[in-house]
């Protein structure tokens, strides 16, 4: 096994094991596109994920050997129906781009507002159980490392970086509902504790109106239905706040 294969399998270990002990997606991908760059000696390496909403194509993590370059990645867009990206996402097939003055699907705009100029690329489509969120791309790579074998092994780094991020959007997503569900058994706390004192003290005013001795007044089922719904009421609350503050700290 040669050095190029070892180190491109030890990329592919390390990505992997990131998914395991899952923390930070953004540092686990600065990681795989800053390896991507030097494995493939190229001028950039970066992630495009597809906004479903705006229908467009943004930069979460790209690696560059132009550090302005790299930054003015990040703020950009592009509509997802455009360029190679938009055509890998579309026909779920990864393309190697020898020349891409030679081809149409090109799109030039981000050479323009980068400063970069994209001699040739290789792309792949960032596969899910749901379809293609995204692309990755290595940009102007050297000559050695433009094959089909080379291809290839992006398509398997672009499975890695896809589980990655569709994990992390799971993640996202449940915490919300987690978190909804928290600020409901919040109010509801609330709720029963208001509701449980009003049934309280409405039971020890009708218990003194009606000049009942008070020992006589724990045996009554109002007022102790009352207390059991504060009671449960602040343990709700307690449960929900305390989490919140958890969330709030990390």
Not at 39 to 52: E, H, K, S
Not at 225 to 241: E, K, P
């Amino acid at each position: 096994m040669d050095q190029v294969t070892r180190d491109r399998l030890h990329l592919l270990y390390e990505l992997n094991r990131g998914l395991t002990t899952f923390t930070d997606l953004g540092g686990l991908l600065r990681y795989a596109m800053q390896r991507g760059r030097e494995l493939f000696r190229a001028d950039g390496c970066a992630v495009l994920l597809l906004d479903q909403d705006k229908k467009e194509f943004y930069f979460p993590v790209a690696s560059d050997t132009d550090a302005a370059s790299e930054a003015r990645l990040r703020s950009l867009r592009f509509p997802a129906d455009t360029g190679i990206a938009g055509w890998v996402v579309v026909h779920d097939a990864a393309q190697l781009i020898e020349d891409t003055t030679q081809d149409p699907r090109f799109y030039k705009g981000i050479d323009a507002q980068t400063h970069m100029t994209t001699r040739c690329l290789l792309a792949a489509p960032l596969r899910t159980r749901s379809g293609n969120i995204g692309v990755i791309e290595v940009v102007n790579p050297d000559p050695e490392y433009l094959t089909q074998a080379d291809l290839e092994f992006l398509e398997t780094l672009g499975a890695d970086v896809a589980v990655a991020c569709e994990k992390a959007q799971l993640y996202d997503s449940l915490r919300g509902e987690v978190l909804g569900l928290r600020q409901v058994c919040r109010v509801a706390g609330l709720t029963l504790v208001a509701g449980g004192l009003l049934f309280v003290i409405g039971a020890v005013v009708s218990h003194l109106a009606w000049a009942l001795p008070l020992r006589e007044l724990p045996t009554r089922p109002a007022p102790v239905l009352g207390l059991v719904a504060t009671l449960g009421g602040g343990v709700l609350y307690s449960i929900a706040r305390g989490w919140l503050v958890t969330q709030t700290i990390e």
